[in-house]
């Protein structure tokens, strides 16, 4: 079910819907690709074509973000696969391939999906604090400003941006939020999963 909401979050284009609209089309704040594979600056914005990371810049900085690197007992799978994400041998290729096609898109989604499971299970022990400072027990429906003010610190942590408790643009993060609490009937410690993983596959992570 996860996957499904992340999809609907990433893929819709129309105006953002309150949060319990959740059957409205939505659309994610800023951060499209076009079909080149680069990302496009938010409408009326003026500068450069922003640029996928390198592998071993997004292997960074998932950490950064995170505190955790994506490992597989003690083998970094970023660094494994790299040859398949386009990283350079250095004898038959030079230059690293930047577009974020399908198989980029796939394993960025295997990565965030295992490294935000871990942050969730580690920082949650107990059933106390999240990645986001926040009790389990918090939902929009008890503690709404909380779970604005942690999707809002969430953004700034993974993405750079200072959005405001009550800006529009939080909606389809809690759409998301609450989306996933509803159909896991209760379980915010998924429904946080499922933040951490949708912010990580958006390309306001992956590019700069």
């Known amino acids: 079910m ?8 990433a ?18 704040p800023e951060g499209q690709v076009d079909d080149l594979g680069d990302a496009l ?6 500068g450069r074509d922003r640029h996928r990371m390198s592998i071993a810049q997004l292997a ?9 690197r994506w490992m597989d007992g003690n083998k970094d799978v970023f660094e494994d696969l790299s040859p398949t994400l386009g990283v350079p041998d250095w004898n038959e290729t030079t230059a690293e391939n930047r577009t ?9 989604g295997d990565a965030a999906a295992e490294v935000c499971l871990d942050l ?21 429906d008890n503690d709404a400003v909380a779970i604005e003010a ?4 969430a953004l700034l942590r993974f993405h750079g941006q200072r959005v405001p408790v009550g800006s529009e643009i939080l909606g389809p993060w809690l759409w998301l ?8 009937q209760g379980d915010t410690a998924v429904a946080w999963q499922a933040v951490c993983t949708a912010l990580i596959i958006h390309p306001d992570f992956y590019t700069y």
């Open 150 to 153: 942690a999707l809002s610190a």
């Open 100 to 108: 974020p096609d399908l198989v980029f898109q796939k394993i960025l």
């Open 177 to 184: 939020f609450e989306s996933t609490t509803n159909v896991t």
């Open 11 to 28: 893929c819709h284009s129309e105006p953002v819907p309150e949060p319990q609209e959740p059957s409205q089309p939505l659309q994610l």
């Open 41 to 46: 600056a938010p409408e009326g914005q003026q």
């Open 60 to 68: 960074d900085s998932v950490e950064r973000t995170t505190g955790l």
């Open 120 to 140: 969730v299970t580690a920082e949650s022990s107990g059933g106390e604090r999240l990645m986001v400072n926040i009790n389990l027990g918090s939902t929009l």
């Open 2 to 9: 996860i996957p499904l909401l992340l999809t609907l979050l």
